[in-house]
């Protein structure tokens, strides 16, 4: 089977094309959908542990009506995830299956891993999945408890599921590129996040590292009393950084909340980047609703102080 690169999709999305530079770009070629808010780990460099918004699950009846809503749009590419971690739901197969019978021609997930058995890939797989990416921000079982939050042996499931979700793909000859991605941390934990890497990244069809980002600024405290270096920001991928502003994430890809609305941001951990209610109105009036112009023209003119940006891509 062709496996793609996935670095190649992500330039595609981090990069901001000419014609989308303006104020009401055309519908974007991906959106994350977010099954669930809820995950079951509490990792320090991300603030959805803080729950600091309701942590429910999308309603079954309108996921299949937002699908809808998305393809009539001109939606191509489906994360069926945001900022929870999805294989905690049952339905999750049946939720791919629904936008593969809708048309979708492409339909991924990131994943910490952790509840990622061959079970359940395998159903999702056979459902259509075409990308599952892990998480892989932890060097061994030590830190993963003390960064995770959650018992040690639970590591080496993730690094097992890895394994055995190549396995399942290459048995059942499935269309799925399977990736992991991790954290370039400076220093010391950089050093010690080669070891695991070189373990699972002859098994992946690729492997590549992000920046540390700030969340918005809901998490540098945190990061900083580690010593590590953190960038404010979405600027994409470690190897091929993208300016902060204009934030690629306003132009590029759209996000739908559990309980429906839009947001402008990848770290929306509290609701202050939302848009739009699709509870309301479509997806189109939501992605060029007068809030979301507002926005992105402060990006164009490189100046977030008066937005909500502001803490976020100055951050450092």
């Known amino acids: 089977m062709a496996i793609g690169k996935i670095t190649e999709r992500v330039d595609a999305i ?92 492409y339909v991924f997930i990131t994943t910490n891993g952790s509840l990622a058995d061959t079970e359940r890939v395998t159903a999702c797989m056979e459902a259509g999945l075409n990308s599952i990416k892990f998480s892989l921000n932890y060097a061994d079982e030590r830190q993963f408890s003390d960064i995770a939050g959650v018992k040690g042996s639970i590591y080496r499931d993730i690094i097992d599921n890895i394994k055995t979700t190549v396995a399942a793909r290459d048995a059942g ?82 996000r739908v909340t559990h309980d429906g609305h839009m947001s402008a941001c990848c770290f929306d951990h509290d609701g202050r980047f939302h848009m739009g209610d699709l509870n309301e109105i479509p997806f189109m009036e939501a992605w060029t609703s007068e809030k979301f112009q507002e926005l992105r023209a402060a990006h164009l003119s490189g100046d977030v102080r008066e937005t909500v940006c502001k803490a976020c891509v100055s951050y450092g």
């Open 173 to 254: 000859n499935h269309d799925c590129g399977v990736y992991a991605s991790y954290i370039n941390y400076d220093g010391e934990q950089g050093e010690r996040m080669k070891k695991v890497v070189a373990e699972v990244e002859p098994l992946l069809d690729q492997v590549y590292s992000l920046p540390l980002y700030s969340q918005a600024d809901l998490v540098s405290v945190a990061e900083n009393e580690r010593g590590w270096a953190i960038k404010g920001g979405n600027p994409g991928r470690f190897d091929n950084m993208r300016e902060p502003v204009p934030c690629w994430s306003l132009f590029t890809e759209a």
């Open 14 to 105: 981090t990069g901001i094309d000419g014609h989308r530079r303006v104020a009401a770009p055309p519908c974007p070629k991906s959106c994350k959908i977010e099954l669930t808010a809820r995950c079951n780990f509490k990792c320090s460099f991300c603030a959805t542990a803080d729950k600091l918004r309701d942590k429910g699950d999308m309603d079954w009846d309108f996921y299949v009506r937002l699908l809808k809503d998305l393809r009539r749009a001109g939606v191509e590419e489906i994360g069926v995830f945001y900022l929870g971690e999805s294989f905690i739901l049952d339905w999750l197969p049946a939720a791919i299956q629904a936008a593969k019978d809708e048309g979708f021609p």
